[in-house]
C-alpha cells in the first residue's frame, strides 16, 4: 500500500509539473505578444518622429532663405528709404584717380 501511495504522489507530481510547464509556456507566448506590441508601438511613433524632424528642417531651410533674402542690398535700400528717411544724393562728385592732365584729356578740354 505505502508503495501505491507514492506511485501516486509520483504521478501527480509529473501531472502538477506539465500543468505549470504549459501555463509558463502560455505566459511566455503572452508576453511575447505584449513586447511585438509595445516594438511596433515604438516604431510607429519613430516613423512619425523622423517625419516630423524632415517638416521641421524644411521650415528651417526656408527660414534660413527668408533671413538671407531680408538681409539681401534691395531690402537694405527699401529699409533705409521708408524706416529711416534716407535718399539717394542729388549731386553725385566722381573723384577719379590719375593726374589732373588725364582727368581734362579725358573731359574732352584738352590741355
Known sequence: MNNA?????????????????????AASGVQVIGVTGDRRV????????????????EEYSRLLLERGTLVSYQNVDR???KHLNMRFPERVTSVVRGSKREWLEQKGKGF
Do not use: C, M, P, Y
Open 5 to 25: 501511495i507514492g506511485k501516486r504522489f509520483n504521478e501527480l507530481s509529473w501531472f502538477f509539473f506539465g500543468i505549470l510547464a504549459l501555463f509558463g509556456v
Open 42 to 57: 515604438l516604431f510607429h511613433e519613430l516613423t512619425r518622429n523622423q517625419e516630423a524632424q524632415d517638416r521641421l528642417l
Open 79 to 81: 529699409v533705409a528709404k
